[in-house]
Every structure is written in C-alpha cells, then in structure tokens.
C-alpha cells in the first residue's frame, strides 16, 4: 500500500470521529517539539561545555550565534514562498531531515566559523522554517477557533523547555555535548517524520472540508473561501510594521533571555542545574497559560492583546534582574513561561488575522525574517554587557523599555483583511 493510500485511509478514519483539524495541530504541536535542536533553550545548556572545549568566550559565542541567526532569518522569506508554492507537508518533509543533518554539522564543530555555520543550520531550520510550515498549517485549518488552535500547537514548545534542556544536560554528563547532537538530531527525525508523510493535508478545502470543521464547500467554491493580502499588499500598510516591530522586539528579548539564563542565574550566585531546571518551571507555566492566551485572542480586540503581550514581556526582563534566589528564581520562572506563551500564540496568529491565509506562507517568511533577525540580536546586549559591566542587572533593565514603547502603537492597529473578508461575504 502506497503513502498516499494509507494517508487517505487514516483521514477517512479520524475524519469521522472528529474534524481532522486537531489531527493537523496534533502534528504541528510534534513539530514545534522537535524543532527543540533550534531553540535558544537548548543552545543554553551548550553555552558552557562549548566555551571550555573550544576555547571561546561568551561573547564570541554570542557574536556567532547573533551573526547566523541573522544569515539564516534572510532566507526565511523564501521559505515562505515554498510553503505557498508546495505547501508545508512537502517543505516539512524536506526540512526534518535537513535538521537532523544539522544537528550532526553543529556537534562536529571544532572552531568559531564551524560553530557560526551550525548555528546557521540549527535556527533557519528549526527555530525558522520548522516553526514556519506548523504555524502556516494551523493558520490554514482553523481560523474562528485560530487563537486556541495555535495555542495548544505552542504546548509543544513547552514539552521542548520542559524536556529539551534537562535532556541535552543528561547527554551531555553521559556521552558528551558533540554526540548529545546526534541524539537529539534523531530525536527530532523519528518524532516527527512519519506524521508528516502519514497525516498532513495542507488546507482543509484539499479534502473537501473549510476550517474550524464547518460546512463542507459547494462546487466553484474552494477559491473564494480564500481570501487575504499579497505580500506585496501587505507591505504597503503602516499595520505590518507596527506588528513586525512589536514582533521584533518580543523575539530579541525571549530570545536573549533563553540563551543567557543558565548563565544569569550562575552569575547571581545559583547552581547552573538550577538554573536548567528552572526551564520546566516556566515549560509548566507556559502549559497553563497557552491555551488562555488563545481563548482571550478568540474572543478580545487583536490590538489590545498584542499590547499587553508586550508589557509581559517587558516584565520579564525586569523579573530576570531581580533573581537572587530560589524564589526570586521560580517567580521569574512563571512570568517567563506567560511571556513564551504569549510570543509562541502570537507568532502563529497575527500574520493570518491582519492579512489573511491565501498567501500567508510568503507573508510568515518575511514577518518571521524580521523576528529572527530580532533573535540573532537578542544575546549581543547581555553579552556585551557582562563582559562591560560584570552581571547582567543594568542591561535587563534597560532593555525593558523596548516593547513598552512598541506597545504604544500596537493599542491603535486594524487588520486591513477584514475588508476582503466582508467584500467576499457580500457575493
């Protein structure tokens, strides 16, 4: 029996018990999971085996990792073209073994340009285009139930902080940091690989259904159920920016504080393994927040959500100057993991409100570019700071004041598909 026989034997199967949406989240949810080998909570563990091994300081890691980060968001744009020209099945098909090819790159590094082109690999794979493809596959089966939907996809990210840092610890103690990358490089292809082949369907429409598991389509009808801007459109409205900006500054901050928290907790005088296990602290806060976050999405004004996403994340900042023990620890813990939340449901979810789905792959990429190039900034700060200052406190601090000031505008944004949206009702 062929690939494409067992995948239409299973959606016929699921199909009937439920709205085979939640099968396409259950595999975007895997997804965000084993883009873990990415994300700046795992590149934490390796900062200091790495430092020892290769002789490297922190801020020349930071300087690699920013640099790469940055070559790797430039490419996301036309990862997005992809998505829109194949879809995410074949794109995600392709990309899951290209990152576990990376993760072997990364752990065979032996010097400072090595170690920026695995970092390459590691973020426009799986901090990037991974994310990009589950994101655009949700956004396309669910659109009144959006906000939820993307929520519990993002649970997969805090099944990746919860498991992925204590994880790449133990590997790192048993078989050191270079083969740890083989391990989670495995980890990631045998998790999500077969779903992908097995289950995805790009669009609802593909198989005769329309998001959020409503009526079926009448004949003639698949085109005009799609509606949105092009990129084009889009980057002619003043919205995109405030987004893009607001966007920015959400992914330079979590980012930064991903990277460095086992090193700003060591620095106030904590145990690095505390520090590690903090991550499933904020994994558990994250669990519970997700799916509020995109319940309030579903429900309130787009405008005053993304404002108040911003002000948590300027929280968050001033929490991490404040940690001095286990309790300052775990309190900071908490906001960090509402902050991940609200970054992780937001990413997914303000592209396709403001500007629609039909090219959403093209406007994600570029959307996500300028996110990325915000994370492949986010370390630079902190690591120049320690270096400058000695600790991390001055510079949290005045970093804060970033989103606080992207809030400002966010308060005032429509989203420009509201319109097609209601011309399209209209015929």
């Given at each position: 029996?062929s690939?494409d026989?067992?995948?239409?034997?299973?959606?016929?199967?699921?199909?009937?018990r439920a709205f085979?949406g939640?099968s396409?989240l259950?595999v975007?949810g895997?997804?965000?999971f084993a883009s873990?080998?990415?994300q700046?909570?795992?590149f934490?563990?390796?900062?200091?085996?790495?430092?020892?091994?290769?002789?490297?300081?922190?801020?020349?890691?930071?300087?690699?990792?920013?640099?790469?980060?940055l070559?790797?968001?430039l490419?996301?744009p036309?990862?997005?073209r992809?998505?829109?020209?194949h879809?995410?099945?074949?794109?995600?098909?392709v990309v899951v073994?290209l990152l576990?090819?990376a993760?072997?790159?990364?752990g065979?590094?032996?010097?400072?340009?090595?170690?920026?082109?695995g970092?390459?690999?590691?973020?426009?794979?799986?901090?990037?285009?991974?994310?990009?493809?589950?994101?655009n596959?949700?956004a396309?089966?669910?659109?009144?139930?959006?906000?939820f939907a993307?929520?519990?996809?993002?649970?997969?990210f805090s099944?990746?902080?919860?498991?992925h840092?204590p994880?790449?610890?133990?590997?790192?103690?048993t078989?050191?940091w270079?083969?740890?990358?083989?391990?989670?490089?495995?980890?990631?292809?045998?998790?999500l690989?077969?779903p992908v082949?097995?289950?995805v369907y790009?669009?609802?429409?593909?198989?005769g259904?329309r998001p959020?598991g409503?009526?079926a389509l009448?004949?003639g009808q698949?085109?005009?159920?799609i509606v949105?801007?092009?990129?084009?459109e889009?980057?002619r409205?003043?919205?995109?920016?405030v987004?893009a900006a607001?966007?920015f500054a959400m992914?330079?901050?979590?980012t930064?504080?991903?990277?460095?928290?086992?090193?700003i907790?060591?620095?106030n005088?904590?145990?690095?393994?505390?520090?590690?296990?903090?991550?499933?602290v904020?994994a558990?806060?994250?669990l519970?927040?997700?799916?509020?976050?995109?319940?309030l999405?579903?429900?309130l004004?787009?405008?005053?959500m993304?404002?108040?996403?911003?002000?948590?994340?300027a929280?968050?900042?001033l929490?991490?100057s404040?940690v001095?023990?286990?309790?300052?620890?775990?309190?900071y813990?908490?906001?960090?993991?509402?902050?991940?939340a609200?970054?992780?449901?937001?990413?997914?979810y303000?592209w396709?409100?403001?500007?629609?789905?039909?090219?959403?792959?093209s406007?994600?990429?570029?959307?996500?570019?300028?996110?990325?190039?915000g994370?492949?900034l986010?370390?630079?700060?902190?690591g120049i700071?320690?270096?400058?200052?000695?600790?991390?406190?001055?510079?949290?601090?005045?970093?804060s004041?970033?989103p606080?000031?992207?809030?400002?505008?966010a308060?005032f944004?429509?989203?420009?598909?509201?319109?097609l949206?209601?011309?399209?009702?209209?015929r």
């Amino acid at each position: 029996m062929s690939i494409d026989a067992v995948r239409r034997h299973l959606f016929a199967g699921l199909q009937r018990r439920a709205f085979y949406g939640w099968s396409m989240l259950g595999v975007a949810g895997i997804g965000i999971f084993a883009s873990g080998p990415g994300q700046s909570h795992t590149f934490s563990v390796f900062i200091v085996p790495i430092s020892e091994d290769l002789g490297l300081t922190g801020t020349e890691i930071a300087s690699a990792y920013g640099f790469a980060t940055l070559v790797a968001a430039l490419a996301l744009p036309y990862m997005g073209r992809l998505v829109d020209r194949h879809g995410p099945r074949r794109m995600l098909a392709v990309v899951v073994p290209l990152l576990a090819i990376a993760c072997l790159v990364f752990g065979a590094a032996s010097g400072l340009i090595w170690l920026a082109i695995g970092f390459a690999l590691l973020r426009f794979l799986g901090q990037g285009s991974m994310m990009l493809n589950c994101a655009n596959l949700v956004a396309q089966w669910f659109q009144a139930k959006r906000g939820f939907a993307l929520g519990l996809m993002a649970l997969g990210f805090s099944v990746s902080m919860a498991v992925h840092p204590p994880l790449a610890q133990w590997l790192i103690e048993t078989v050191g940091w270079r083969q740890a990358w083989l391990w989670l490089g495995l980890l990631s292809l045998a998790l999500l690989l077969p779903p992908v082949l097995l289950l995805v369907y790009d669009r609802p429409e593909h198989v005769g259904l329309r998001p959020d598991g409503e009526a079926a389509l009448q004949d003639g009808q698949q085109t005009a159920a799609i509606v949105g801007l092009t990129l084009a459109e889009a980057l002619r409205t003043p919205v995109f920016y405030v987004l893009a900006a607001g966007m920015f500054a959400m992914s330079m901050l979590v980012t930064a504080l991903h990277f460095f928290q086992v090193t700003i907790f060591t620095s106030n005088g904590l145990d690095s393994s505390l520090a590690a296990r903090v991550f499933s602290v904020s994994a558990l806060a994250m669990l519970v927040a997700m799916p509020v976050v995109g319940r309030l999405l579903d429900r309130l004004q787009t405008r005053y959500m993304f404002a108040a996403g911003l002000v948590v994340t300027a929280g968050s900042l001033l929490a991490a100057s404040l940690v001095e023990s286990v309790t300052t620890a775990v309190l900071y813990a908490i906001l960090f993991g509402v902050n991940n939340a609200v970054t992780m449901t937001y990413f997914g979810y303000m592209w396709p409100r403001f500007f629609g789905r039909l090219h959403l792959g093209s406007i994600q990429g570029t959307g996500q570019m300028i996110g990325v190039v915000g994370a492949s900034l986010g370390p630079l700060p902190l690591g120049i700071g320690v270096d400058l200052l000695g600790g991390f406190d001055q510079t949290l601090v005045a970093l804060s004041v970033l989103p606080l000031v992207c809030a400002v505008p966010a308060l005032f944004v429509r989203a420009p598909v509201d319109a097609l949206q209601a011309a399209a009702a209209g015929r």
